[in-house]
């Protein structure tokens, strides 16, 4: 059982260009949650997806960021003209059901701005 | 939107000391997780509470939710150093949006050998 996996691990971009951060949930696992933290800050709930579905995307700021989590192959959190605020770890979990249920989360990928 | 908060933001002890760290909500929740999160590493699923006044125990890990199930408590025995990390509190709403877990800011313990 290979978990959640994640990635890139690490990202670095430059101000400007696209970061795209790739997440494929636990076999079984048909929702896929994102989350982004900030160094000493928890966890703030960015998009949270079904197959082919945005469920709640209600965390997500509207400009430059989307995510999608198609019918094959991983879920994408894509980040378009990136600023140095963009900086977080970006924290992907999936879980079997949407409610009573704890999240598996993936190790992360840590996006640098420069 | 729905807020949980946790004290506190940080705690050290002398290992063989214990630690509490608190969540609470202004609002009632469906239920409540904990999680824990190494130091570079990624949060950890610990444990789910869902009825009124629940008690679980993890070996020396204790979680408690509250009877109005508004607040939650997390109580280590005896730290050891492997018990460092930031313990989160995971809220999920009553009604409406109640997929969605709202995290607390974490409890960062520190344990001194």
């Known amino acids: 059982n290979a978990g959640v996996m994640q990635n890139p691990r690490h990202l670095v971009r430059r101000r400007g260009q696209e970061a795209r951060l790739r997440c494929s949930p636990m076999?079984?696992?048909?929702?896929v949650y994102w989350y982004r933290q900030l160094p000493e800050e928890g966890l703030k709930f960015m998009v949270y997806l079904q197959k082919e579905n945005i469920i709640d995307e209600s965390g997500m700021p509207k400009e430059r960021f989307s995510a999608e989590f198609p019918k094959e192959g991983p879920s994408i959190l894509r980040i378009q003209q990136v600023v140095r605020g963009d900086s977080a770890a970006y924290f992907c979990?999936?879980?079997?059901?949407?409610?009573?249920?704890?999240?598996?989360f993936g190790s992360g990928t840590r996006l640098t701005v420069v | 939107g729905q807020q949980v908060m946790q004290i506190p933001q940080y705690q050290h002890v002398q290992e063989g000391e214990d630690f509490t760290t608190y969540c609470n909500s202004s609002?009632?929740?469906?239920?409540i997780q904990w999680y824990k999160q190494r130091p570079g590493g990624h949060p950890v699923f610990l444990i789910q509470l869902v009825k009124s006044g629940e008690v679980k125990k993890q070996k020396r890990l204790t979680f408690q939710f509250g009877e109005a199930k508004k607040n939650s408590s997390l109580h280590i025995t005896a730290t050891q150093t492997t018990d460092v990390g930031t313990y989160f509190c995971?809220?999920?709403?009553?009604?409406?949006?109640?997929?969605?877990?709202?995290f607390g800011k974490g409890t960062l313990l520190t344990v001194n050998p």
């Open positions: 076999k079984g696992h048909s929702h």
């Open positions: 609002t009632t929740l469906s239920n």
């Open positions: 979990a999936s879980s079997p059901s949407s409610t009573n249920y704890g999240y598996t």
């Open positions: 995971a809220a999920m709403n009553s009604g409406g949006s109640n997929y969605k877990l709202t």
